[in-house]
């Protein structure tokens, strides 16, 4: 194990690291560091929770000159929920630095607020690839300052078509720069980026020991497609009774129109179900995730591309209902459980048709794919299958100088609330949610309209 104190980064750097508990480096932070922080460029294989984004955060903050007020490091991500989450963990790991500007852009939200924050350049920017396009197009971003340049999750960004965009990015920012690639997978396509774009590169390859892998149990259940929807029903139905907390889980479908009829037919059954996928705004898309994250949402069901830098800790249960189109996304669905030493299930149903896919997941695994019978009970009648909390949305925020404990404070006394009925609290710039047992949820509900939080009124409504 090497210990942080061990490179020669900035008190301050120092000092976000121990108070965030990062005792030790990851494998990846070891490997990768050393040469990030001397100006090297590095391609790292490394998959998502492995702490490669504390690696190049940890590095662009150390190259970073504060007192310097120009865009000098760009991160591009996949989607906009990793990219939110990238850009958390970046002032986390800047929180003792004053004066860093952190800001994202990404496709999906107005255009005129992020040129509003553009007027004056952010120390570091992270975003999707489209969108830092059309604002380098429009000179609203300045690339010429920037000393570097981080593809994270870059395999994502090749299979969703983000090339050229890279390509036409790399040409509008400063020649001379320090390029950080970050891949879960080394396909052919991603060799090419790195030869193309990176200056004798230090390659990082991390593979978990057998002893660390994550505690995941396959299944495979063959079904016909005429019942898939009953099978689901059935697994989830079955996940509900096991657990004292009810269902928790993420169900995966190829296909935008396929998770809304999932979501749909599932909500039916008397499951508390939501869609989350890239036709939706990103309000909406916020507040699924909040819901799922702080558990007033039992089922999930998305697409792959949606759930990219979806990190649930204690997420118990993975179903893909549609086989993966290929492997390396079977990898990454499967991971979104059995995190943080956790142990998880991931369940894959296949039709006859998708049959042939799944060979192409048993030669990666290097291993028999794992079937399991089903037999499939005759269709039910409906029964409620609630998620346990019930999430609350007051209408302010950050900008109202909003922080958990106020929230926290208002349900334990004039709400009258004990602290073991709240849940998750997460504080947006305008909006807080807070995660409320569901049995109490409507008493604190009604206390918070007639009481006050911070001695101010605000507008409170309940989520689903």
């Given at each position: ?46 998959v998502t929770g492995s702490g490669k984004t504390a690696a190049f955060g940890l590095g662009l903050l150390q190259a970073l000159e504060v007192d310097t007020i120009r865009l000098q490091a760009l991160v591009l991500c996949p989607t906009r929920e990793l990219a939110d989450q990238v850009s958390k963990t970046l002032r986390k790991l800047a929180a003792s630095i004053p004066n860093v500007k952190v800001l994202t852009l ?359």
């Amino acid at each position: 194990m090497t210990a942080f104190t061990s490179l020669p980064l900035k008190p301050a750097l120092l000092d976000s690291v121990a108070t965030l508990g990062y005792a030790e480096m990851t494998p990846v932070q070891a490997r990768s560091l050393p040469p990030i922080v001397d100006g090297r460029d590095v391609i790292a294989q490394a998959v998502t929770g492995s702490g490669k984004t504390a690696a190049f955060g940890l590095g662009l903050l150390q190259a970073l000159e504060v007192d310097t007020i120009r865009l000098q490091a760009l991160v591009l991500c996949p989607t906009r929920e990793l990219a939110d989450q990238v850009s958390k963990t970046l002032r986390k790991l800047a929180a003792s630095i004053p004066n860093v500007k952190v800001l994202t852009l990404c496709g999906g939200m107005p255009l005129g607020p992020q040129l509003a924050s553009l007027t004056h350049d952010p120390h570091i920017v992270v975003g999707t690839p489209g969108r830092v396009q059309e604002h380098l197009k429009r000179k609203s971003l300045h690339g010429g300052g920037i000393k570097m340049l981080v593809l994270d999750e870059a395999d994502r960004m090749l299979d969703m078509g983000f090339g050229e965009a890279i390509d036409d990015i790399v040409g509008r920012i400063a020649k001379s720069h320090q390029t950080l690639l970050f891949s879960a997978t080394y396909p052919d396509a991603i060799r090419a980026v790195s030869t193309r774009l990176q200056r004798d590169p230090v390659t990082v390859t991390v593979d978990t020991p057998a002893a660390e892998q994550p505690a995941i149990e396959q299944r495979f259940h063959e079904v016909d497609p005429a019942r898939k929807a009953d099978a689901l029903a059935q697994l989830l139905s079955a996940a509900h009774e096991r657990s004292a907390e009810g269902a928790h889980a993420l169900v995966f479908c190829n296909m935008r129109r396929d998770v809304d009829a999932v979501a749909k037919d599932l909500d039916q059954r008397g499951f508390s179900a939501l869609a989350l996928h890239g036709d939706m705004d990103q309000r909406d898309r916020e507040e699924v995730l909040v819901r799922f994250a702080n558990r007033s949402c039992a089922v999930l069901v998305a697409t792959d591309v949606a759930a990219r830098g979806l990190d649930i800790i204690g997420l118990p249960l993975v179903i893909s209902y549609d086989v993966a189109h290929d492997p390396d996304t079977h990898v990454h669905r499967i991971g979104r459980t059995a995190r943080a030493g956790e142990r998880g299930v991931a369940i894959t149903l296949c039709t006859p048709r998708e049959r042939p896919k799944t060979l192409n997941i048993e030669d990666m695994q290097g291993q028999p794919i794992p079937w399991h019978p089903l037999k499939l009970a005759p269709p039910s009648a409906k029964t409620l299958h609630l998620a346990p909390m019930k999430t609350v949305v007051i209408d302010a925020g950050r900008r109202d100088k909003l922080r958990p404990g106020d929230i926290l404070g208002a349900l334990t006394g004039e709400a009258g609330l004990k602290a073991e009925a709240i849940g998750k609290i997460d504080v947006y710039a305008t909006r807080a949610y807070v995660a409320i047992r569901r049995d109490l949820a409507g008493k604190a509900l009604q206390r918070l309209r007639d009481g006050r939080i911070k001695g101010r009124n605000f507008r409170v409504r309940a989520l689903g």
